[in-house]
T-cell receptor
């Protein structure tokens, strides 16, 4: 289906484990973003990517790693999960020519026990 | 980065207009004003944006004060499906980062 999808939608993991959240978009958008949303904080940017193999840190990047080998995929990895990374994670994408309009995925709810 | 201030919550009756305010007294000349909304259990969605002039689209209208220190998102006829958290966000013309605050939670009363 066209659009932006995230997987898994729900994930429970233990402290110290590595976990990867997947994001896939079918629009061939150049830009992709990862946000986390916690109560009382709104959404905060973790990482973004302007194109394949080009990534940059956002406001809260510590503890996260991203890669972007293909335009359509932008996985987010928590190398050693901590309880403070329990959150809802949203992926977004946008076209180069439409910098004001980001399209968001449905989110992944991650719980770290 | 310039900050925005929004009321935590607002209520509106169904089928009536809604005016959602946003204050941004430290806005710079190149900052665009964006509005996104987030329906329950969904990701945010783009609503509208503007720089200086008022803007209209199929979803809403954006009224920008002459001094640009405040703006108002106008939903012309609220429906139950408009119940969401509405975020007012500033971003420069070349920036890639949106800074979402906590937004305004809109309740629509049938």
């Amino acid at each position: 289906d066209a659009g932006i999808t995230q997987s898994p939608r729900y994930k429970i993991t233990e402290t110290g484990r590595q976990v990867t959240l997947m994001c896939h978009q079918t629009w061939s958008h150049s830009y992709m973003f990862w946000y986390r949303q916690d109560l009382g904080h709104g959404l905060r940017l973790i990482y973004y990517s302007a194109a394949a193999d080009i990534t940059d840190k956002g406001e809260v990047s510590d503890g996260y790693v991203v890669s972007r080998s293909k335009t359509e995929n932008f996985p987010l990895t928590l190398e050693s999960a901590t309880r403070s990374q329990t959150s809802v994670y949203f992926c977004a994408s946008r076209a180069v020519s439409r910098s004001h309009e980001q399209y968001f995925g449905p989110g992944t709810r991650l719980t770290v026990t | 980065d310039a900050k925005t201030t929004q009321p935590n919550s607002m209520e509106s009756n169904e089928e009536e207009p809604v005016h959602l305010p946003c204050n941004h007294s430290t806005i710079s000349g190149t900052d665009y004003i964006h509005w996104y909304r987030q329906l329950p259990s969904q990701g945010p969605e783009y609503v509208i944006h503007g720089l200086t002039s008022n803007v209209n689209n199929r979803m809403a209208s954006l009224a920008i004060a002459e001094d640009r220190k405040s703006s108002t998102l106008i939903l012309h006829r609220a429906t139950l499906r408009d119940a969401a958290v509405y975020y007012c966000i500033l971003r420069g013309s070349t920036g890639n980062q949106f800074y979402f605050g906590t937004g305004t939670s809109l309740t629509v009363i049938p």
